[in-house]
């Protein structure tokens, strides 16, 4: 096997293909906590991208500066979870309750937010560039300097 032949092997080895499927299994990438109860959990820093959280309890949980692209959140509870300036990127947020959430300075772009309930929720300095805030209840958020170019 060449050189060329053993680095993509290794990459392979080092960010699995599959899927986690416990509650109990450590935050990664690719994690399968669908309907896991996470609620409070700190998370600060976790790199969970295209994990998949539909319809996990994550309310009151700390994933500051975490870095959840291409997660799968549709239905998820994040109520006064702490997401400051965490890079949620095509994030599937559709029918999140993100009431009361701290998202200050979090990186928004491209996410789906269709019918989620962001209200109260702290938005200030976030970017939101070409998310998708189709039916998003956003009433008593925290907009101050957010960036919401290109979003519909």
Do not use: H, Q, Y
Not at 16 to 24: K, S
Not at 48 to 59: C, H
Not at 142 to 150: I, Q
């Amino acid at each position: 096997m060449n050189v060329f032949g053993i680095l993509i092997l290794v990459g392979f080895m080092a960010f699995p293909t599959g899927a986690f499927a416990e509650c109990e299994d450590p935050p990664a990438p690719r994690v399968d906590w669908a309907e896991c109860d996470k609620k409070g959990a700190d998370l600060e820093g976790a790199i969970l991208a295209a994990a998949i959280l539909t319809d996990a309890d994550l309310s009151g949980a700390n994933l500051e500066k975490g870095f959840l692209v291409s997660a799968a959140m549709k239905d998820a509870d994040l109520t006064g979870a702490n997401l400051e300036e965490a890079v949620l990127m095509k994030a599937d947020l559709t029918g999140a309750e993100i009431r009361d959430a701290n998202l200050k300075g979090a990186f928004l772009g491209g996410a789906t937010l269709t019918d989620a309930n962001l209200e109260g929720a702290n938005l200030e300095n976030a970017f939101l560039g070409w998310a998708n805030l189709g039916n998003a209840n956003l009433e008593n958020a925290l907009l101050f300097s957010a960036n919401l170019v290109m979003a519909s």
